[in-house]
Nanobody, 123 residues
Framework: QVQLEESGGGSVQAGGSLRLSCVGS????????MGWFRRAPGKEREGVAA?????TPIYADSVKGRFIISRDGFNNTLEMNLLKPEDTGVYYC???????????????????WGQGTQVTVSS
């Protein structure tokens, strides 16, 4: 049974940093594209970053230059810097069906999801 577990959420002031981690288990092949999504209050879930099986990252325009995604086997990390209040939301780790991420981070392309971790950025 595929499981993705996020950790590292919390509360921080604007300009601060947080590091989210995602641990994958229940599957034997580590070469999947992994992504991070977030759902802000009152908004739809949106793609934030993804990383391919060979470590190529892609980012949403809203986080480019501030967030860094990395991976190590079944685990991946989202380092979030220069956080803004608009970064507030529940962050989800997700696994795509395949190692290639494409050039967009679309919810429909991901088939397994974690439960999410709350990130709150205060001004």
């Amino acid at each position: 049974q595929v499981q993705l577990e996020e950790s590292g959420g919390g509360s921080v002031q604007a300009g601060g940093s947080l590091r989210l981690s995602c641990v994958g288990s229940g599957y034997s092949y580590s070469g999947y594209c992994m992504g991070w999504f977030r759902r802000a209050p009152g908004k739809e879930r949106e793609g934030v970053a993804a990383i391919s099986s060979v470590g190529t990252p892609i980012y949403a325009d809203s986080v480019k230059g501030r967030f860094i995604i990395s991976r190590d086997g079944f685990n991946n990390t989202l380092e979030m810097n220069l956080l803004k209040p608009e970064d507030t939301g529940v962050y989800y780790c997700a696994r795509r069906a395949g190692g290639y991420c494409s050039d967009s981070i679309r919810e429909v392309d991901y088939d397994y999801w974690g439960q999410g971790t709350q990130v709150t950025v205060s001004s």
